[in-house]
């Protein structure tokens, strides 16, 4: 049976699974790039994994935070070397750096997973309150990844309301990884801190990613608003030239 023969309900209904099978491809696809997939995640793990095991077996602060600097070094040459993007692996590199530069300056191996513990903390409050006052902070992150900027604020109200709820998902994560973690940083010792941060590395990760596919997934398509400029300046382009063959035409006759 050809699309013609076909009744209208079901070429409509033919019509809408392909549209939100193109919207959850391009959903999944704008995730892995602005949050690195799985494979930038772990890279972010290595460093961290790399400083407690070898602090859980010498007890050395400058062994480990070497280490765990270099093998994050390594991960960008690598990356830069099969020309990979390298966002994720750079901002990798300044994290285990910070981390490296505030134990080596205080002395307490601990100290190494302080700035993230803060960055994480500072994000989820972030997260939470912009989702509060209507500014979902991942709308700014992935409106420009999406091509629609922040067009979802006033012309695409369903957009909004699954960019607020990711949002809230990201910062309740957050938060509560926060809540386990600062904790652990005053009671526990830095082995034992550092293997927990390991072991919430990845699953909450996950989790707020697939939460934020789940909502955006059925959420309206985003308006490309690039593609309304791009529209917008060749109307005015034809629109010029119009007015100027019509011009050269009236000066022709006259």
């Not at 790039?33 to 790399?50: C, I, S």
């Not at 919430?200 to 309304?228: G, N, S």
């Not at 010029?240 to 035409?249: D, G, N, P, S």
Request: aromatic residues 12%; glycine residues 8%.
């Amino acid at each position: 049976m050809t699309s013609v023969d076909k009744p209208t309900d079901q070429v409509r209904q033919e019509g809408d699974s392909q549209q939100d099978s193109d919207t959850k491809a391009v959903t999944q696809a704008a995730l892995l790039d602005a949050f690195g997939g799985v494979r930038g995640t772990v890279e972010t793990m290595v460093p961290g994994l790399l400083f407690v095991m070898i602090y859980t077996v010498n007890r050395d602060l400058h062994s480990a935070a070497i280490a765990a600097l270099s093998v994050s070094v390594l991960l960008v040459i690598v990356r830069l070397a099969r020309r990979d993007t390298v966002k994720h692996a750079f901002s990798g590199v300044f994290g285990v750096a910070v981390g490296v530069a505030f134990a080596l300056f205080t002395g307490n191996a601990k100290d190494f997973y302080l700035p993230g513990m803060v960055y994480g903390l500072g994000l989820g409050l972030a997260f939470f309150v912009s989702a509060l006052v209507g500014y979902p902070l991942l709308g700014i992150l992935l409106g420009p990844i999406f091509r629609e900027n922040l067009s979802w604020r006033t012309r695409n109200p369903g957009r909004k309301k699954a960019y607020v709820k990711a949002s809230f998902a990201w910062g309740t994560i957050f938060l509560a990884k926060a809540a386990i973690l600062f904790p652990l940083y005053w009671w526990a010792d830095t082995a034992q801190l550092g293997w927990v941060l390991i072991a919430l590395k990845l699953p909450p990760m996950v989790l707020a990613v697939y939460f934020t596919w789940l909502f955006l997934a059925k959420a309206p398509p985003p308006i490309d608003v690039f593609a309304e400029m791009e529209a917008e300046e060749l109307a005015e382009q034809a629109a010029k030239a119009a007015t100027e063959r019509a011009a050269a035409a009236e000066r022709g006759e006259a």
